[in-house]
């Protein structure tokens, strides 16, 4: 896979990951240049699964996203069906060729570059969203400080 030529500062998403096969003897390589970072997963599938999934053309009303995060040096988002797929957070939108969900906006740091030197700076090179409900590291809450009970009025 081409990922290998990427330097081992670098964070792979659906951009650098998913690429066109190699062109068969004779014939043209095949260019996947414009395809939008979302959508190449699902050109991926079709060329290394053999799965026939059409992509996707409305989005899931009301859906509040997903969030994507770097697991292991890879930008991913884990669907509600349990697959995860490389996403790219250039193009922060998902949709799930497994179970066949349709769009649904990929939350994405504000500040791409910092979450991912913040995962770089870690041996395993991971990375959750902060408001991510799946993030290991969320914070502890408030302790709660009792209340004193009023006192009873005397008669």
């Known amino acids: 896979?081409?990922?290998a030529?990427?330097?081992a500062d670098a964070i792979v998403q659906a951009e650098t990951y998913y690429l066109?096969?190699?062109p068969r003897r004779g014939q043209p390589a095949q260019d996947w240049s414009q395809v939008p970072g979302a959508e190449l997963v699902f050109k991926w599938v079709e060329y290394k699964m053999g799965w026939r999934v059409p992509l996707p053309t409305a989005w899931v009303p009301d859906d509040p996203g997903l969030y994507a995060r770097i697991d292991d040096g890879r930008w991913i988002a884990e669907c509600t069906c349990g697959a995860a797929?490389?996403?790219s957070v250039l193009d922060p939108r998902f949709a799930c060729p497994q179970c066949r969900r349709e769009w649904v906006p990929l939350i994405v740091p504000d500040d791409i570059p910092a979450a991912e030197a913040e995962a770089l700076a870690l041996e395993r090179r991971f990375w959750f969203?902060?408001?991510d409900p799946r993030n290991p590291a969320q914070p502890e809450p408030e302790p709660e400080t009792p209340v004193d009970p009023e006192p009873e009025e005397q008669p």
């Open 5 to 7: 030529a990427l330097p």
């Open 1 to 3: 896979m081409a990922t």
């Open 85 to 87: 797929w490389m996403v």
């Open 20 to 22: 066109p096969p190699p």
């Open 129 to 131: 969203h902060p408001d």
